[in-house]
T-cell receptor, first 115, second 113 residues
Framework: TQTVSQSDAHVTVFEGDSVELRCNYS??????LSWYIQHHGHGLQFLLK??????VVQGVNGFEAEFSKSDSSFHLRKASVHWSDSAVYFC?????????????FGSGTQLTVMP | EAAVTQSPRSKVAVTGGKVTLSCHQT?????MYWYRQDTGHGLRLIHY???????EKGDIPDGYKASRPSQENFSLILELASLSQTAVYFC????????????FGPGTRLTVL
């Protein structure tokens, strides 16, 4: 069974702080991971992805994520957050399905950036 | 320009009625997906398609049908809408090998009364 766990439902930080949003996965096949952001009332937007190579991947707007096989994790980080980063963040893992692929999403982490 | 569009953006339907949600993409992607999102939860896959005139069941297909008449268009059909189908529905597309990089539409808020 493939699962994605985002243990923090809510994270609150101040503008300019650093932040780490946690994601742990359980999957027996090749690991394809991604992060998405959802601003209130909008659809999800792709942030970044990892399949192989450098375990630290860079995304848009200063976001990066680090893959760890030993910890089964793919945590998202940003060094200095802005109020516009307030949103819900979803981690996802790709799984094989009926000769195709589909994403399994975590339950999301609501990030609130205080002024 | 938005590459994945959905219509309508919101809809109120009556229990037992038929509802059709439409999705159009200009990404030239082969894969298209329908998800539902319930308040405070992640997305769950209903149906998907990787070629025109063919659809596949996702994790929660019961009560839903899908139609892919062309590469650009993908519809979700609720033949007999029920209260439990009140949710926000998202359409997405991806290319052959980028299923973990999907592009989403703005969503349709469906309320079944």
């Amino acid at each position: 069974t493939q699962t994605v766990s985002q243990s923090d439902a809510h994270v609150t930080v101040f503008e300019g702080d650093s932040v780490e949003l946690r994601c742990n996965y359980s999957y027996g096949g090749s690991i394809y991971l991604s992060w998405y952001i959802q601003h209130h009332g909008h659809g999800l937007q792709f942030l970044l992805k990892y399949y192989s190579g450098n375990p630290v991947v860079q995304g848009v707007n200063g976001f990066e994520a680090e893959f760890s096989k030993s910890d089964s994790s793919f945590h998202l980080r940003k060094a200095s957050v802005h109020w516009s980063d307030s949103a819900v963040y979803f981690c996802a893992v790709r799984k094989a399905s009926s000769g195709s692929w589909q994403l399994i999403f975590g339950s999301g982490t609501q990030l609130t950036v205080m002024p | 320009e938005a590459a994945v569009t959905q219509s309508p953006r919101s809809k109120v339907a009556v229990t037992g009625g038929k509802v059709t949600l439409s999705c159009h993409q200009t990404n030239n992607h082969d894969y298209m997906y329908w998800y539902r999102q319930d308040t405070g939860h992640g997305l769950r896959l209903i149906h998907y398609s990787y070629v025109a005139d063919s659809t596949e069941k996702g994790d929660i297909p019961d009560g839903y049908k899908a139609s892919r008449p062309s590469q650009e268009n993908f519809s979700l059909i609720l033949e007999l809408a029920s209260l439990s189908q009140t949710a926000v529905y998202f359409c997405a597309s991806s290319d052959d090998w980028g299923a973990y990089e999907q592009y989403f539409g703005p969503g349709t808020r469906l309320t079944v009364l």
